[in-house]
């Protein structure tokens, strides 16, 4: 059962520019998290944000969240050639406490 | 140590076979969970345990058994798999699993084909 859906589905950029994804989701939650995911690997953790919070900064990340529109965005500025990875967005369902995954956004940093 | 460890790497069985996945965190974590993901898509979440009791299971079918022996051990039992079921299996962990539970802690996947 998918939660989320992410757009773009994939996103190619020039390094040094910067990456916008955003993520919506169906129901209420207690937070949204942002994973990322090289090729084949595990998911690691980037960002977490809690229903109560509008905008967190980490390094290069800044992640938004409008619980209204049921809506986040995850920016990261300055993108590396190292940053081509997959990004999903996770949602800790109020309810159940479930972590479901949203469709997630591959991003491609050329050099 | 903020590892969670998967074992075996990869794995190639027969629909006849029994075969386990295991995964291991030494983090102290009272929540462990178990995902499938098939290529391109996100994870999906299959079973849950909070303190070592089965919170939830997302109605996978009953060919996939999961165990927790303690609160670092977590198996996947897998027995009469069909080839649909081949996939990345991902194991996690995190502090309680009860609420607001925080960062997910993901080990590196364990590939599963089955022919």
């Known amino acids: 059962s998918q939660q989320g859906e992410e757009d773009p589905q994939a996103l190619s950029i020039q390094e040094g520019e910067n990456a916008t994804m955003n993520c919506s989701y169906k129901t209420s939650i207690n937070n949204l998290q942002w994973y990322r995911q090289n090729s084949g690997r595990g998911l690691v953790h980037l960002i977490l944000?809690?229903?109560?919070?509008r905008e967190k900064h980490s390094g290069r990340l800044r992640v938004t969240l409008d619980t209204s529109k049921k809506s986040s965005s995850l920016l990261i500025t300055a993108s590396r050639a190292a940053d081509t990875a997959s990004y999903f967005c996770?949602?800790?369902?109020?309810?159940?406490?479930?972590?479901?995954f949203g469709s997630g956004t591959r991003l491609l940093v050329r050099p | 140590d903020t590892e969670v460890t998967q074992t075996p790497k990869h794995l190639v069985m027969g629909m006849t076979n029994k075969k386990s996945l295991k995964c291991e965190q030494h983090m102290g974590h009272r929540a462990m969970y178990w995902y499938k993901q098939k290529a391109k898509k996100p994870p999906e979440l299959m079973f849950v345990?909070?303190?070592?009791?089965?919170?939830i299971n997302e109605s996978v079918p009953s060919r996939f058994s999961p165990e927790c022996p303690n609160s670092s051990l977590l198996n996947l039992h897998l027995h009469a798999l069909q080839p649909e079921d081949s996939a990345l299996y991902l194991c996690a962990s995190a502090t309680s699993g009860r609420g607001n539970t925080g960062e997910l802690f993901f080990g590196e996947g364990s590939r599963l084909t089955v022919l």
């Open positions: 996770a949602t800790e369902q109020h309810s159940s406490y479930k972590l479901i």
């Open positions: 944000i809690r229903s109560n919070e």
């Open positions: 345990y909070s303190y070592e009791k089965l919170s």
